[in-house]
């Protein structure tokens, strides 16, 4: 099985920077994305940024140049740098693990608040 286990959300103010982490642990495949959705109230589920075993990377555009996610394979650890947030940044985030073994498997980890406000 796996488990990812978030960490680093809370309270920021409006131009503030917070850090998010998500572990991955269990069976993980060599060949995985790892990424970051959120989730506002009343909203659907969206992805923020997501990262390939390569280094391969995407954003959202609504985040781009303020967001920075990366990642460390030795750890099996995925990291999310949020900077000048917003407040329209508020939401519960979500790690993302997708892994392909002749099918995808993807797992969710439980999800961490992240709220903007003065």
């Known amino acids: 099985q796996v488990q990812l286990v978030e960490s680093g959300g809370g309270l920021a103010q409006p131009g503030g920077s917070l850090r998010l982490s998500c572990a991955a642990s269990?069976?993980?495949?060599?060949?995985?994305?790892m990424g970051w959705y959120r989730q506002a109230p009343g909203k659907q589920r969206e992805l923020v940024a997501r990262?390939?075993?390569?280094?391969?990377?995407n954003y959202a555009d609504s985040v781009k140049g303020r967001f920075t996610i990366s990642r460390d394979n030795a750890k099996n650890t995925v990291y999310l740098q949020m900077n000048s947030l917003k407040p329209e940044d508020t939401a519960v985030y979500y790690c993302?693990?997708?892994?392909?073994?002749?099918?995808?498997?993807?797992?969710w980890g439980q999800g961490t608040q992240v709220t903007v406000s003065s």
């Open positions: 993302n693990l997708d892994q392909y073994r002749g099918e995808k498997y993807v797992y």
């Open positions: 269990g069976s993980i495949f060599t060949f995985n994305t």
């Open positions: 990262i390939g075993d390569i280094g391969n990377i």
